[in-house]
C-alpha cells in the first residue's frame, strides 16, 4: 500500500512539474514579443548601387516606384551575370513598366509611359515585388522632393510591413 501511494504521489509530482513547464512555456510563447524586422532606410542613388549583386555576399536590391526590395532570395534572376542584372542596384521603375532592359530605360523616371506600361507597372509592383520580396527602404526621391522637403505624396502606411508605433 505505501508503494502504490509512494507511486501515486510520485506521478502527481512529475505531472505538476510536467504541467506548470509546459504553463510557463505557454506563457512565455505568448508575452513574448516578435523580434522586430531591419528598421527600413532611406538610399541614395549611390548607396542602392552598392547592392548590384556584385559582390558575392551582399545583399541585392532593386527599387520600383521608389520602394526598395530585398531581392536576394532571388539571386539566380538579379545577382552577377543573371539575366535581370541590369535591374540590381537602382530604382528600375521604367525599365520594368517597359519591360526593358536597355540602360537608358533602367530610371526612376516614368515620363511618358503609355497607359498599358503604367498598368504593367502597378501590377508587376504588386504581384511580384510587394508579394515576394521584403521591403528594405525607399529611394531619397520618393521621400523628398528634390529641394529636400517632404515629398507629401508619400505614404509609408500604404506598404506592406508598416506599423505605425514602430516609427515613433
Known amino acids: 500500500m505505501a508503494d502504490r501511494f509512494r507511486r501515486a504521489l510520485a ?3 512529475l505531472v505538476g512539474l510536467l504541467g ?3 504553463a510557463r512555456t505557454e ?3 505568448r508575452f513574448k514579443p516578435q523580434p522586430r524586422q531591419r528598421p527600413v532606410r532611406l538610399f541614395t542613388e549611390a548607396e542602392l548601387a552598392r547592392y548590384n549583386g556584385q559582390e558575392e555576399g551582399q545583399p541585392i536590391y532593386i527599387a520600383v516606384k521608389g520602394v526598395v526590395f530585398d531581392v536576394t532570395s532571388g539571386k539566380e534572376f538579379y545577382g552577377k551575370g543573371a539575366s ?3 535591374l540590381s542596384g537602382k530604382d528600375s521603375t521604367r525599365g520594368i513598366a517597359k519591360m526593358s532592359l536597355d540602360p537608358v530605360d533602367l530610371t526612376h523616371d516614368t515620363t511618358g509611359l503609355t497607359t498599358e506600361e503604367l498598368q504593367s507597372l502597378d501590377e ?3 504581384n511580384v515585388y510587394k508579394a515576394k520580396y521584403p ?3 525607399y529611394t531619397a526621391q520618393r521621400i523628398l522632393n528634390e529641394d529636400g522637403s517632404p515629398n507629401s505624396n508619400f505614404r ?3 506598404q506592406p ?3 505605425i508605433k514602430e516609427e515613433f
Request: aromatic residues 12%; glycine residues 4%; charged residues 15%.
Open 11 to 13: 506521478v502527481l509530482a
Open 20 to 22: 506548470s513547464q509546459e
Open 27 to 29: 506563457q512565455e510563447l
Open 84 to 86: 535581370y542584372n541590369a
Open 124 to 126: 508587376t509592383f504588386n
Open 135 to 137: 521591403i528594405v527602404g
Open 156 to 158: 509609408p502606411e500604404d
Open 161 to 163: 510591413h508598416f506599423n
